[in-house]
């Protein structure tokens, strides 16, 4: 099978399963819905082809041992 990089590719059972990503799905949402998951300024980058979704991707450290919290990265660190 040829490399997926838009997609996720799942095999359970035996039967292998093509999910779309995150960009997809992003793309087929209306504006305002796009705007709604992420914030207007930063979904226009997005439509804009100024920025990708995963440039949103930032993590916030913890002080104990737990996994990282995966939060969304400022427009302004991003648009720079």
């Not at 979904?43 to 100024?50: C, F, W």
């Amino acid at each position: 099978m040829g490399r997926r990089t838009m997609a996720e590719v799942t095999v359970w059972g035996g039967i292998q399963e093509l999910r779309p990503s995150g960009n997809e799905l992003f793309v087929a949402m209306s504006s305002e819905k796009q705007d709604a998951a992420i914030g207007a300024d930063a979904a226009a980058l997005v439509r804009d082809g100024e920025a990708d979704l995963k440039d949103f991707i930032a993590h916030s450290k913890l002080d104990s041992d737990q996994p990282d919290w995966i939060t969304q990265r400022p427009v302004e660190d991003v648009a720079t």
